[in-house]
């Protein structure tokens, strides 16, 4: 058995999709379209040379709490010499993953300076956010979708921050200060929107490394 998570969903899938294309045969499923009765069947079905295929599951850990689902987790957990993989696109918790001890873990963690990127924008400071987002890619090898992504958020936070808790709301306030007013917050934001549109359309005259850099200048 093998379990593949972890934030960094786009190196996980891309380690789990390379770990696929070498298997000879096998099964994707997502957790929803899977019973205890279907897993025993695929899971002791074998070929002329006496091996099972490859049973993939998608998303059990993140699933909805029921007697399905612990029925699942009490058959891994009792058969991980199985030739099963468990995928999730976030992390799994720790005092779960504590009990597949038979099992190799692969676990995808994003760069830490992800966050305090996003966090550390501010208005005037275009340079400085250039310079950190190129850290983010040559030194870190982030993905400049997930960065883009990850901005997106910011500054949604940015333009909710006033319906966020208590613990977030004073760090966020302090950045979007910093932007001067929410116009230039909402001007930006619709930057944003153009660039994915732009993209998604093959418009753009860069890539999203260009387009974001093209944006901090607007900062």
Do not use: C
Request: charged letters at 30%; aromatic letters at 10%.
């Amino acid at each position: 058995m093998d379990i593949y998570h972890g934030e960094d969903e786009l190196k996980s899938r891309e380690a789990l999709n390379a770990f696929i294309d070498k298997l000879p045969s096998y099964t994707k499923l997502e957790a929803s379209e899977l019973d205890i009765a279907k897993l025993r069947q695929l899971t002791e079905n074998s070929d002329l040379f006496g091996d099972s295929p490859a049973v993939i599951i998608y998303g059990l850990f993140s699933s909805t709490a029921s007697k399905k689902k612990d029925s699942l987790i009490a058959f891994l957990l009792a058969n991980q010499d199985k030739n099963i993989i468990l995928y999730e696109d976030k992390p799994i918790h720790a005092l779960t993953l504590k009990k597949f001890n038979q099992v190799k873990i692969n676990h995808f963690q994003l760069p830490k300076v992800i966050f305090s990127f996003v966090e550390n924008l501010r208005g005037g400071k275009g340079e400085l956010a250039n310079k950190d987002f190129r850290q983010l890619i040559d030194k870190y090898d982030t993905d400049p979708h997930f960065v883009f992504a990850m901005i997106i958020r910011q500054f949604r936070l940015m333009l909710g921050a006033d319906n966020l808790p208590a613990w977030m709301k004073n760090k966020i306030q302090i950045q979007k200060k910093s932007f001067q007013s929410e116009e230039k917050i909402l001007r930006l934001y619709q930057k944003l929107y153009f660039i994915d549109k732009r993209l998604k359309t093959s418009m753009s005259p860069t890539d999203m490394e260009g387009e974001l850099s093209n944006l901090f200048l607007h900062f």
